[in-house]
């Protein structure tokens, strides 16, 4: 398996540029399904789990071409609607397929979704949202058939925001004989994107971006041209890295909006920050410990949560990181400990003593985000850390240490 060989104590200077979206890609991909013909899909990023959605959609009868950051998707061959356990296992994002799936052919049949280890994910609001719009879902031993002869549309109250929960009910709602209502929708950026191409598509949704969603089925929807937004998260992983090696780097490309809860605990940390545009500066400086609650959005979010506590591991005092969206989202701590962090886990909560510096060793990524934080966390340690298992990584972020070398980064990618 490849490892990241990455020597510390480097302070990051320079422009770096951020990718499409892998979360707003991955659903946009799976609405293609609602539409018969070509669909073109811009700013797509070079990642794993797209490669994985691009073989499902293949698997499907779609014809996928590629061309650098563009994604051209013939849905025309599209004759399955339904999927195998191996591939749903995969990735998480298969369970978009549900929504798309059940729209297009009235029925789906497709096995639980697979992902990073970071607790327990159901999909019982995926199910409870689809049924109040008409399909009947039948949910044994982990695999689902649905079938929506009615797809009538109807009330949706979600008890908790789900973003995965929130764009499936908006694809197959997007094509119900009536009207749909999401209340206590998510409002993630990735939803409005979503929302966007659907109404390219022809469908009727206003709402995205607020808890409540209103979608007027249509009969048909016809394929589209996208450019998908930039990755927030990507965008944060490297503000972080900035202001943790006390550096002082330009992040281009990205949408500043989506991140304030992010620049506004990055500047209490110390950091100063200057939006400009579509880019953001950050100059690290002496850094403080902070408190952090991860939230929906437009909370601080849950992917960020292990980046920014490899930061906060070598910030001065004492911070606490609360993970409210995740049960078990501190796979991290265990490896940071090994480079010499100081943190005590209970529950749901990180309490992190700030050490002076950390020390380079060999530590494992558990997961994609858990992953990054590790290569952060070693930019600014002292001597050489190696960080195994580094597919994790590959599954969100494109080409990670090209662009931190970029910045100066001392990062080489080695395989066995
Ligand atoms: C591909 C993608 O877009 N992934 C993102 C998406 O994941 P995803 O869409 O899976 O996240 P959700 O918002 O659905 O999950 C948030 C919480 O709700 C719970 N839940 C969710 C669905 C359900 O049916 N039942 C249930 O209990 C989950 O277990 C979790 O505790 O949003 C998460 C929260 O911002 C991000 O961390 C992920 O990067
Ligand atoms: C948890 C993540 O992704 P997924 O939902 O695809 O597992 C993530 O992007 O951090």
Redesign the pocket.
Known sequence: MEKFIVAGEVQLTGHIKVNGA??AT??LMAATLLSTGVSVLHNIPQLR?ITMMQDILTLLGAKIHRENGTLIIDTTGVSKEEIPEHLMREM??S??LMGPLLGRFRRVRLSYPG?CA???????????ALEKIGAVVNDRCGFIDAEAVHLTGGEIHFD??????T?NAMMAAAVASGTTIIRNA?R?P?VADLETLLNKMGARISGAGTDTIRIQGVERLAPAEHTVIPDR?EAGTFLIAGALTRGDIVVDNIIPEHLFAVIDKLQEIGARIDPDGNSVRIRGGEMRGVDIKTL??PGF???LQAPLLALLTIAKGTSIITET???NRFKHVDELGRMGAKIKVEGRTAVIRGVPRLSGTVVAAHDLRAGAALVLAALAAEGVSEIEQVYHIDRGYEAFEKKLQQVGAKIVRRSP
């Not at 970071?118 to 409870?128: M, V």
């Not at 908790?160 to 929960?165: D, E, K, L, Q, Y």
């Open positions: 892998k979360n991955l659903p789990d998480r994002a369970v978009f992902g970071i607790g327990p994910r159901p999909i019982n609001l995926h199910i409870k908790f925001p789900s973003v995965g929960a764009e998510a993630e990735e998260i929906p959005y979010p849950t992917d969206i995740f049960e």
